[in-house]
């Protein structure tokens, strides 16, 4: 009995072992089983997958091969008509330019005229008026050309005076002349110097005259 | 309008002109008519050198003026075109 025991006491372990080894070994039977199941119809649904996707990449293919060969035909339309475009901007640019050429010269030569045809207009005009303001143009100075009054004979002091007085106003007025002519102070003190060379010139005659 | 009308008017109007122009000075100057009439030519001269003068002051001033105007124009449209080629 006790040697029954002890037999079955010392070989208990290695037939727990043994049992315990037989079940894992079936669990992981199964758990494999299942796995390969589970493989299985993911591969059946993987070749289902790419059967479709062959039998419709083909005309998915086609449809774009189609349609990149209308893109293409419209990008060379489009490359067309940007260079029919350069081309138009090209002429429009040589024509505005020509334009400009043959419209800002002569306008550049019109206004330059009317500017010149304004500024000699004025300036006779103003120097017409500075001649008003020292002389009248159309009186002759006193003894100038006019005979001698009946009260005065003619007497060539008289004359030499009237010719040194009118030198002195033709160059008073020259002087007024010359003068700045955009500055109508300066025509003003041209005028003055003008008559005050006048008066000295008749100073001068009646001077001579006594 | 035969020749002598022609001469007739053109006499008349000299002489209205004259007229006028004699008694304009003679109310302005007080100077005597014959006086007036006998300087006459001498005033005519002085007025047309005078006058010739100041047209070839005026010419040379308008010249200038032209210059500096086309000067002027020409450098506004370089400005412009400047101003107008970086946005271009």
């Known amino acids: 009995m006790h040697s029954a025991l002890a037999v079955a006491a010392s070989s208990t372990p290695s037939t727990v072992l043994r049992y315990a080894a037989a079940f894992f070994f079936v669990v992981v ?12 119809k993911a591969l059946e649904r993987v070749d289902n997958v790419l059967a479709d996707v062959d039998q419709q990449a083909v005309p998915l293919m086609q449809k774009a091969g189609t349609t990149l060969d209308g893109v293409n035909a419209n990008l060379g339309n489009v490359d067309q008509i940007t260079k029919d475009v350069a081309d138009i901007t090209d002429k429009i640019d040589k024509m505005a330019t020509s334009v400009e050429g043959a419209v800002t010269t002569p306008a550049r030569k019109a206004a330059a005229f009317s500017a010149g045809v304004q500024s000699a207009f004025s300036s006779f005009r103003r120097r017409d008026r500075g001649a008003d303001a020292s002389e009248d143009p159309w009186s002759a100075p006193p003894g100038a050309d006019d005979p001698a009054p009946a009260s005065s004979a003619p007497s060539t002091s008289g004359t030499a005076a009237a010719e040194r007085t009118g030198e002195a106003a033709a160059g008073a007025a020259d002087e007024a002349a010359t003068a700045d002519s955009g500055a109508v102070d300066d025509l003003a003190g041209a005028t003055a110097v003008a008559a005050g060379k006048v008066s000295d010139a008749a100073a001068d005659a009646a001077g001579s005259e006594t | 309008m035969g020749l002598a009308s022609k001469l007739m008017f053109s006499g008349v109007a000299a002489g209205a002109a004259l007229a006028y122009y004699v008694s304009q000075r003679h109310g302005r100057t007080g100077e005597s008519y014959v006086g007036i009439v006998r300087s006459l030519p001498a005033d005519a001269q002085r007025w047309v050198t005078d006058a010739r003068r100041r047209a070839t002051l005026a010419l040379e001033d308008g010249k200038s003026a032209a210059r500096e105007r086309e000067t002027e124009i ?15």
Do not use: C, F, H
Not at chain 1, 29 to 40: D, E, F, Q, R, S
Not at chain 2, 74 to 87: E, F, K, V, W
């Open chain 1, 29 to 40: 039977a199964i758990a494999t089983a299942y796995a390969l199941v589970k493989a299985a």
């Open chain 2, 74 to 88: 020409t450098r506004q449209l370089a400005a412009t075109d400047s101003i107008a080629a970086p946005a271009g």
